[in-house]
């Protein structure tokens, strides 16, 4: 090591690089020293730096404040090599590598160097649960109670993950006064992020931590301790701790009953004495209890961000449901009642029963897909048969109209099944198409029950020119009509069994002539039971009209 | 769900296999239209090996069907198990597609159209 690097942090000032060319350099607040520091506790030529028989030693020059060379005063030239740390009043120098550029870049997670990096052999891992039971050893033990006593008080009232990170540390750097200290967590991908940092009183610059030290105490949940990284030669390269010059860490994983959140971490360069085992125990200590609280805040956050997202779907519901009409008081010569329920908060089927003068037009729908999407071709489905249906000549012709309006610019292909009918009030007279969806069953009020007749064309929205086929048969007063939605006989029961038409067609004879609240009533109550505790796959509607006769 | 492709004579065959439900339809409908994007015109989707249809997976032969529609294109279905070709007939589409028994007809089909 014939060249000598040198990393310069000064008391006032930017630290920067020095690269020894001679055989020797001066420190000192002169100008004419060859290293010039603005400290004024420093003497004019402080301390020398020389090279001697290929090796560079460190000499004070009678200095009033002596020189320190990791914090041991020098008295007389003692060697120097990379990761020791100068002290010359209140300035720094540390002994560096010529490889050693510029600390190796982060990843912007604050670690670096490998996973496989090997560690100072100064290192101590010590479990968290014998941290944890141990009695603190030593005179610090009331002083830590207190700490303890302090942060468990602090974190009871409500905070901010970001405050509780800042508290954690302000209170440590009282009681262990390191000069760095960060708080790393896990993010959504698991992977390990600082999320806090806290520096002392005049340190610059960024602390990089060793990424295999933050596998071991994350992964194993172990505090480490290193008591002197620069007494172990092999550590000298791993120049994630020690080009900053880092004598003394400490670190804690952030642990709870369901695993590690992430580590606490602290350093010092040029502290008096290296860290001690209780510091190791009371830097546990508050981890632990910062790790439960952490695990609320999270939590709570995550819970937040659902409630707004259930408050969304909850008010999408209320919508949907808005738009479907609950009750039908002002339709005389029918007894109408409907039900829509959606297996999620907002669903794809859709019902509507509109009055146009001496006639009732009835539609049941249910969208291809599920969710949000489904959810919003429903309402422009809805809105399209209430714009288009009353004053259309026929219902062919007003399906054939929604069809076009859907299918238009419609590149997903989405779809909606419907069944649509308009009922003259006056004579019975039923006009239906439809559309790709299950058919409408007629209860005759003889005591017959048949699915009504006619063509199946396609669901609305897949081709955007196609014609409708209409049907007409005559209700005679007293009959019924049952229209539904596949989740009706698709419900699944516990053994994944499908409820069916034939168990619908057994239901339907037995209503006779109930009124269409109870036949719809009665249909859910079948449906429950048959679903028993098993989960609601498919939005359930059912709509019950009874025809009373000519008005 | 895995999807076999055949080509004959300037004709592609897609043949997807297993259950088009709502979560295997979403890959049929990202390699279809990525066949269809790179300029194929006459296709066979053989549903032989497929024993289940979701409206999901309707959409696609739909999505299919429009972007084939003649003279632009043309599109054939073959080898219609009763289930898939239960659910076209409930949806009405039954009518909206060219369906050949399997997949000699269908080829045969487009390559009689190609020579016309």
């Known amino acids: 090591m014939s060249t000598l690097h040198l990393r310069v942090e000064p008391r006032d000032g930017e630290p920067f690089r020095h690269e020894v060319r001679g055989d020797a350099v001066v420190l000192g607040r002169s100008s004419k020293a060859d290293i010039v520091l603005a400290d004024r506790f420093l003497s004019r030529q402080h301390a020398r730096l020389v090279l001697r028989e290929g090796s560079w030693f460190l000499e004070d020059l009678g200095s009033r404040n002596t020189t320190f060379l990791n914090d041991r005063p020098v008295a007389q030239p003692m060697p120097v090599r990379p990761g020791d740390v100068i002290r010359l009043a209140e300035s720094r120098i540390v002994i560096a590598e010529a490889g050693d550029e510029l600390p190796a870049q982060s990843a912007g997670d604050g670690l670096t160097g490998d996973t496989d990096e090997r560690l100072p052999e100064s290192t101590v891992f010590r479990s968290a649960g014998d941290l944890l039971a141990g009695p603190a050893a030593g005179g610090g033990l009331a002083a830590h109670m207190r700490l303890i006593n302090e942060v468990h008080r602090a974190l009871a009232a409500p905070i901010t993950l970001e405050a509780l990170l800042d508290l954690i540390l302000e209170r440590v750097f009282v009681q262990l006064q390191p000069e760095e200290g960060a708080v790393f967590l896990r993010d959504e991908k698991g992977e390990l992020k600082r999320a806090a940092l806290r520096r002392a009183h005049g340190i610059t610059g960024e602390p990089l931590y060793s990424r295999r030290l933050a596998q071991e105490v994350t992964e194993k949940g172990v505090a480490a301790l290193v008591t002197d990284a620069s007494a172990d030669a092999r550590f000298a390269k791993a120049e994630s701790i020690l080009f900053s010059g880092v004598r003394s860490l400490l670190a804690a994983p952030l642990l709870d009953s369901e695993g590690c959140l992430g580590m606490i971490v602290l350093s010092a360069k040029s502290r008096q004495h290296p860290f001690q085992e209780d510091d190791l125990e009371l830097l546990m200590a508050l981890a632990s209890a910062a790790a439960l609280r952490l695990r609320n805040i999270a939590l709570a956050e995550e819970t937040a961000r659902r409630r707004l997202l259930d408050r969304e779907l909850d008010l999408a519901h209320d919508i949907q449901m808005a738009m479907l009409p609950k009750a039908f008081p002002h339709l005389g010569g029918i007894d109408v009642s409907a039900v829509l329920r959606p297996a999620r908060s907002v669903g794809g089927d859709l019902y509507d029963v509109m009055a146009d003068g001496e006639r009732v037009w009835l539609l049941v729908g249910d969208v291809s897909g599920k969710g949000v999407g489904a959810a919003l071709f429903m309402a422009v489905t809805k809105t399209l048969f209430r714009a288009i249906a009353p004053g259309s000549a026929s219902v062919a012709e007003a399906v054939a109209r929604m069809n076009r309006e859907l299918a238009r610019d419609n590149d997903r292909a989405m779809f909606v099944t419907v069944f649509a009918a308009r009922l003259d009030l006056a004579t019975g007279e039923l006009e239906y198409v439809n559309a790709g969806h299950n058919p409408t069953y007629r209860l005759e009020s003889g005591g017959g029950v048949t699915p009504l007749p006619g063509p199946v064309d396609p669901a609305l929205g897949a081709v955007d020119m196609h014609a409708y086929r209409g049907s007409r048969l005559r209700l005679a007063p007293r009959d019924a009509l049952l229209l539904y939605t596949d989740g009706v006989i698709e419900a699944r029961s516990a053994s994944e069994e499908e409820f069916c038409t034939q168990r619908l067609e057994s239901y339907l004879l037995a209503c006779g002539e109930a009124s269409a609240q109870l036949i719809v009533q009665g249909l859910l109550e079948k449906l429950d039971d048959f679903v028993g505790d098993a989960p609601q796959y498919d939005d359930v509607t059912i709509l019950a009209l009874r025809f009373l006769g000519p008005s | ?116």
């Open chain 2, 1 to 116: 769900m895995e999807i076999g492709e055949e080509r004959t004579a300037g004709v592609l065959v897609i043949a997807p296999v297993g259950r088009v439900d709502s979560v295997s339809s979403s890959e049929l409908e990202r390699h279809v239209v990525a066949r269809l994007d790179a300029g194929e015109r006459r296709v066979v989707i053989d549903m032989a090996g497929v024993e289940y249809i979701s409206s999901a997976g309707l959409r696609v032969l739909l999505i299919a069907a429009k972007r084939l529609k003649p003279p632009a294109g043309s599109l054939v279905l073959c080898g219609l198990g009763p289930a898939v070709r239960t659910v076209l007939e409930l949806a009405g589409f039954i009518s909206l597609f060219a369906v050949e028994p399997a997949r000699a007809q269908a080829l045969a089909r487009l390559e009689a159209k190609t020579s016309s």
